[in-house]
């Protein structure tokens, strides 16, 4: 099993460009996210997606949209990119819909490293 | 909103010490509080669970207790090796999870 990926693993942008980051997951799980990690920050929810056809805000949704394809698959596009949203993004997911959620183990992809110039 | 601090934000240890990594969160409703492990330029891998009813979990090497009604956690590891060189973050899950900023671990040989 491959588990999470996701595309591309790194990207350079010019400020007000588009792109969309992809993830996906062969683990069948329910619920899916996607977290920006800045230094001295931590990791920040921006989406997440407790079932397919799902979607819901995190801590910072601002100048992000997302879309739940399918089961496997959840993007995050940026529609106008800025120099704040130069970041490392990770997606993850775990088996269970977060309403339900007590205690699995999230499962992280590799990270897209932005740039936004 | 839910603040997760890790102290201290660096770490630099000879090989064979024992150590322990500290998290603080401000808000004790939590069902529970991961931790994991980061290596340079990679994910997140989880190391330990702690369910907001138990006291602690163990795994190999690895020892983390948690105190909710202080808001703290503690991720102790015995005998230190270079291999333990990373990025150690804890993460609180009540209504959404919210991550610390992490401890970077060095163990010198």
């Known amino acids: 099993n491959a588990g999470v990926t996701q595309t591309p693993k790194f990207q350079v942008l010019k400020t007000g460009q588009s792109m969309t980051l992809q993830c996906a997951q062969d683990m069948n799980h329910n619920s899916m996210y996607w977290y920006r990690q800045d230094p001295g920050m931590g990791l920040r929810l921006i989406y997440y997606?407790?079932?397919?056809?799902?979607?819901d805000k995190g801590e910072v949704p601002n100048g992000y949209n997302v879309s739940r394809l399918n089961k496997r698959e959840f993007s995050l596009r940026l529609e106008s990119a800025a120099p704040s949203q130069t970041s490392v993004y990770f997606c993850a997911s775990i088996s269970s819909r977060v309403s339900g959620w007590r205690g699995e183990t999230q499962y992280f992809g590799p990270g897209t490293r932005l740039l936004v110039l | 909103k839910q603040e997760v601090t890790q102290i201290p934000a660096a770490l630099s240890v000879p090989e064979g010490e024992n150590l322990v990594l500290n998290c603080s969160f401000t808000?004790?409703?939590?069902?529970?509080l991961q931790w994991f492990r980061q290596d340079p330029g990679k994910g997140l891998t989880s190391l330990l669970l702690?369910?907001?009813?138990?006291r602690e979990q163990t795994s190999g090497r690895l020892n983390a207790s948690l105190d909710k009604s202080s808001g703290r956690s503690t991720l102790y590891i015995a005998a230190s090796q270079p291999g333990d060189s990373a990025t150690y973050l804890c993460?609180?899950?009540?209504?959404?999870?919210?991550f610390g900023t992490g401890t970077s671990l060095t163990v010198i040989p």
């Open positions: 808000d004790s409703a939590i069902y529970n």
């Open positions: 997606s407790a079932s397919e056809g799902t979607t």
């Open positions: 993460a609180v899950f009540g209504n959404q999870f919210y």
């Open positions: 702690i369910q907001s009813s138990q």
